[in-house]
Each structure stands twice: as structure tokens, then as C-alpha cells.
């Protein structure tokens, strides 16, 4: 049996739309659904293969927990950092060297994690080891 991969993670959000629109423009993924209902509107953003669901959060519910970040791999991390920045959020900060895989933490417009990385989940990051060489885990 082939191994399961996660497809979709989904998000609350207090703005679901200006969520959506964030990681439409800096992350140029595709927004692919909408939904409207009465307690809000939802939207599925795509990079291809996985897809960010952002519900309405609903000050009559109760969030649920476990979320902590998620990581985006790019190939030019200065590019993703000035967009981020220059929709008016905070610059995301470079990630201790021992944190192997991700160089930078950024947040969201509604401050979910995520990280940023031009090395990969797949690479420890050469600073992060005492050998410099790229292992694969």
C-alpha cells in the first residue's frame, strides 16, 4: 500500500479572505474554492499539491488545537521576505542554527507560523551540522 501524504491543512481564520489573498501573493498559489455560509466564507489555496483550507473562525466555537507551523520551500527566500514585508507584516526572523531545517519564521496576517526554506525539509541546513556536508534523513 502506497504511503499516506497529507493533502490539505486547514486553518481558522478571523479574515478568511485577506488570509487567502496573503498566500495568493506571496506564495503565488492558486485560490481554487470558495465557499459562502451564513457563519462566513471559506477558501482553498493550492501551490499544486497541497492545500490550505481557511474556515471562518466563529466566536461561538472553539478553535481547534495542534497547529503549531507548517514550512514552505522556495527558491529565493529574500524575494518571499520582501513580499511579506512589504504587505506591512513583521520581517520574519532567521531561525537559530540549530533548527536544521528552516532558515526563517514568518507569520500570516492572522499570526500563524509558518517557516520559509531554500534548503528543504528533506536537507539539514550545513550550518546545522558539524560535518557541512548535505546528509539526507
Known amino acids: 500500500m502506497p504511503r499516506p501524504t497529507i493533502r490539505h491543512i486547514a486553518l481558522?481564520?478571523?479574515?478568511?479572505?485577506?488570509?487567502?489573498?496573503?498566500?495568493r501573493d506571496v506564495f503565488e498559489m492558486e485560490i481554487t474554492d470558495s465557499r459562502e455560509k451564513a457563519e462566513g466564507s471559506s477558501y482553498c489555496v493550492s501551490d499544486g499539491y497541497l492545500t490550505l483550507v481557511i474556515l471562518p473562525q466563529r466566536l461561538d466555537g472553539s478553535a481547534a488545537h495542534g497547529l503549531n507551523h507548517f514550512g514552505f520551500l522556495v527558491e529565493n527566500s529574500a524575494e518571499i521576505r520582501k513580499r511579506i514585508t512589504d504587505r506591512g507584516l513583521v520581517e520574519p526572523g532567521k531561525r537559530p542554527a540549530d533548527r536544521l531545517y528552516?532558515?526563517?519564521r514568518a507569520v500570516d496576517p492572522e499570526n500563524n507560523w509558518f517557516d520559509i526554506s531554500e534548503n528543504g525539509y528533506d536537507r539539514r541546513r550545513a550550518e546545522a551540522r558539524d560535518d557541512k556536508q548535505p546528509v539526507s534523513v
Not at 14 to 19: C, E, I, S, T
Open 102 to 104: 528552516a532558515e526563517y
Open 12 to 23: 481558522f481564520a478571523r479574515d478568511p479572505k485577506a488570509v487567502a489573498e496573503f498566500y
